[in-house]
């Protein structure tokens, strides 16, 4: 285990303290399914218990690593894609909330006010930004799910799609400070990525990617960027994005760092690949096979409280 004490303390990349939802009435969203080729129709009977149980055990699992997980119920039938917070709200550590306009009608049902006003009250955040009306003008931008923050270098990068409104994610990154960093990407069938954060996952450490994924003319850009940020870069395959290999989040534990993925993408991973990242962090997979059926894994699961000072 290479990370010491000290770079967990100082790695501004991985929250030590997320949010997660469990849902009680878990189902793969129609809405979705036009535009999210990593989605099926789950026809277990008794999908939704399988899903409520996944989460269950994926937050003990954080929770005796030492991560601090908020975990909120969500008994509604009108939100089958509440289980992935990270679409809807944002955490920065200058104090400011971002609420972003989603692109399904059915998942603008998933803003919460009681998480806004935990995060607030708990946590101390004085700011809020949103941007939830665009949806009335056809603009959408989903959280982390449109966009991968490298927090460490203020840099954001979003892959095109009907779910990332180009004018918004500029927007965010001009009021956020961050370098906004766009680029095309599509799986072997031409179909572009729906949300930037199945192909790409930033670590303190590296980068995972699909880069064969990534359109050719914008491969340079990101390989200088991922070099001059000290990022090793580990390419994904196809077969691996497809496996959720890139729907992983760093966090801090107690006294390490842990990457989160799904037993789906931990399985998918090679040796060399698994030594690279286990140099600097744990890998904790999670069986998560019910929720990933709506086309989405741990990462979307997962909602970081970034905060220069934690109260919690």
């Not at 941007?131 to 954001?156: C, W």
């Not at 698994?274 to 069986?287: C, F, G, Q, R, Y």
């Amino acid at each position: 285990m290479a990370n010491t004490i000290s770079d967990t303390i100082t790695n501004t990349q991985s929250p030590e303290a997320i949010v997660m939802v469990r849902p009680h009435c878990f189902i793969s969203n129609p809405e979705t399914m036009a535009d999210n080729a990593f989605q099926y129709a789950c026809t277990s009977k008794n999908a939704a218990l399988s899903a409520y149980n996944e989460v269950s055990t994926a937050v003990a699992s954080l929770q005796e690593k030492g991560v601090i997980v908020h975990v909120f119920e969500d008994q509604s039938i009108h939100t089958p894609d509440s289980v992935f917070p990270n679409n809807w709200f944002s955490t920065h550590h200058n104090g400011t909330l971002v609420q972003y306009p989603m692109y399904a009608p059915n998942r603008r049902n998933e803003y919460r006010q009681d998480i806004m006003d935990f995060l607030t009250t708990h946590y101390g955040y004085h700011s809020t930004v949103n941007l939830r009306g665009h949806a009335d003008q056809q603009e959408f931008l989903e959280g982390t799910g449109s966009i991968v923050f490298d927090h460490q270098n203020n840099i954001a990068y979003a892959a095109r799609s009907n779910r990332t409104s180009e004018g918004l994610f500029r927007r965010i990154c001009r009021d956020m400070g961050y370098q906004a960093v766009l680029f095309d990407a599509a799986d072997e069938n031409g179909v572009p990525i729906y949300h930037t954060n199945v192909m790409m996952c930033i670590s303190a450490q590296f980068v995972m990617i699909g880069m064969d994924m990534v359109a050719e003319q914008d491969r340079p850009a990101l390989f200088s960027l991922f070099q001059q940020s000290g990022l090793t870069v580990i390419s994904l395959s196809n077969h691996q994005v497809r496996h959720f290999c890139g729907n992983a989040i760093e966090l801090r534990g107690l006294n390490e760092n842990l990457l989160a993925l799904s037993r789906t993408a931990f399985e998918a991973l090679t040796r060399s690949q698994k030594a690279i990242i286990e140099a600097s962090v744990t890998l904790l997979p999670l069986a998560i096979p019910t929720i990933e059926s709506a086309g989405g894994s741990v990462r979307c699961m997962i909602a970081g409280i970034h905060r220069s000072n934690l109260a919690g």
